[in-house]
């Protein structure tokens, strides 16, 4: 890195194009400078982003350092940014959808108890509503809106009876979302 650039400026780049948080030593590893020139520069830095009026801030998480988006534009971040679901979220997903709406306790007859877990996680990210049965012990789920503006999917038929058919809507839904690492159940 050249040395005519600012201190604060160097680790502002290092924070953004590694876009996790980073202790001292690796930011100053990153910049190529002692603990105490890292530690000057983030504090610099903090107190920059701190003085004007900007999206983004510098922040000490449990990890180390993070540049990243204010948490006064937490809805915009979860409106703009793809939802990550693993295989098994999907599936779960793709099962609530054909039977929609379906009790909670036949889905997990359908997918097993991991379910659960996917369930909890469909819910925060708004992909689906849970509510307590009238007629049951259990929880109704149904889609919400989010799942048909998210998967461009304007309607589903109610029941597909074929394993074949709901297979395809599992392999449809997957092949919607963004590449990523997944673990099935």
Wanted: proline residues 4%; hydrophobic residues 40%.
């Amino acid at each position: 890195m050249s040395n005519n650039i600012p201190m604060a400026s160097k680790i502002e780049a290092i924070l953004y194009l590694k876009g996790k948080p980073l202790s001292i030593s690796e930011i100053a590893e990153y910049a190529a400078c002692d603990r105490f020139t890292a530690e000057e520069g983030i504090i610099e830095l903090m107190e920059n982003y701190s003085r004007r009026d900007t999206a983004l801030e510098v922040v000490e998480t449990e990890i180390g350092y993070s540049l990243q988006v204010r948490s006064d534009f937490h809805d915009l971040v979860q409106a703009l940014i793809p939802v990550e679901l693993g295989v098994g979220a999907l599936r779960t997903l793709a099962a609530i959808a054909l039977h929609n709406p379906i009790l909670q306790s036949e889905l997990i007859n359908l997918r097993g108890s991991g379910a659960y877990q996917h369930v909890q996680e469909l819910v925060e990210s708004g992909f689906v509503r849970k509510r307590r049965d009238n007629d049951s012990r259990s929880y109704a789920l149904q889609i919400t809106p989010k799942f048909h503006q998210y998967f461009q999917i304007e309607q589903l038929p109610q029941i597909l009876t074929t394993p074949e058919k709901e297979q395809q809507l599992e392999l449809e839904l997957e092949g919607l979302q963004p590449e990523q690492e997944t673990i099935e159940k």
